[in-house]
């Protein structure tokens, strides 16, 4: 069955640090893939999307994401991070390219 | 643009009672999805449709839970004698048409059944 993994819940990091969240697809063949960003008492927000092509895919507010088959893995980067940054990301995948299946999210907190 | 809109934001029903929850797509949007929220499931696919036609509503539970989207500028879902468990996030999004195309998410509606 189609599936994400988010392994870390919680992740925190100091304002400009580098960031890396993980994620973990399990889908036969390859999928599209996304990521999204839930603000405070917002609504979910696209960063990027990946379809099939260029493995490296960039998004809004200079967020990046790297598709690799061989590990099943959609890791979503950021050279530096902001304390507007803090927020849940989710990763999702879309199995029959129709409806979004996310993983439990990971809840980013900035340190100052 | 005002975004997908959803109505009301917050809805509080006792055990028993019926609820029902409203979705304004964004204009010029086919493709119409409803996801439920909760801390312990995290998000999860409910249903959807396209050109108001039902595709999917494999995630939408067997009993007591409906949607429907009578025009192209809105859909509602419908609980029937809410439960405890059901109190959630419900949350709305749209798309362009094809697969492909971003969907784009309401703030919600956050039911609390009591």
């Known amino acids: 069955a189609q599936s994400v993994t988010q392994p870390d819940a919680r992740v925190t990091v100091s304002e400009g640090a580098s960031l890396q969240l993980r994620c973990k697809y399990s889908?036969?063949?390859?999928?599209?893939l996304f990521w999204y960003v839930q603000y405070p008492r917002q609504g979910l927000q696209l960063l990027l999307k990946?379809?099939?092509?260029?493995?490296v895919v960039q998004g809004v507010n200079g967020f990046e994401a790297e598709f690799s088959k061989s590990n099943s893995s959609f890791h979503l980067r950021k050279a530096s991070v902001h304390w507007s940054d803090w927020a849940v990301y989710f990763c999702?995948?879309?199995?029959?390219?129709?409806?979004?299946?996310f993983g439990q999210g990971t809840k980013l907190s900035i340190k100052p | 643009n005002a975004g997908v809109i959803q109505t009301p934001r917050h809805k509080v029903t006792g055990k028993g009672q019926e609820a029902t929850l409203w979705c304004e797509p964004i204009?010029?949007?086919?493709?119409v999805f409803w996801y439920r929220q909760t801390i312990v499931q995290g998000l999860e696919f409910l249903t959807y449709?396209?050109?108001?036609?039902?595709?999917?509503d494999s995630g939408m539970p067997k009993e007591r839970f409906s949607a429907q989207m009578p025009n192209q500028s809105h859909s509602t879902l419908k609980i029937q004698s809410t439960q405890p468990q059901d109190s959630a996030v419900y949350l709305c999004?749209?798309?362009?048409?094809?697969?492909?195309?971003?969907?784009?998410f309401g703030p919600g509606t956050r039911l609390l059944v009591l």
């Open positions: 889908y036969f063949g390859t999928p599209y």
């Open positions: 999004a749209s798309s362009l048409d094809t697969p492909k195309d971003t969907q784009y």
């Open positions: 449709f396209r050109n108001q036609a039902p595709i999917d």
């Open positions: 204009s010029g949007h086919s493709a």
């Open positions: 999702a995948v879309s199995p029959n390219q129709g409806k979004l299946i």
């Open positions: 990946y379809y099939p092509g260029d493995p």
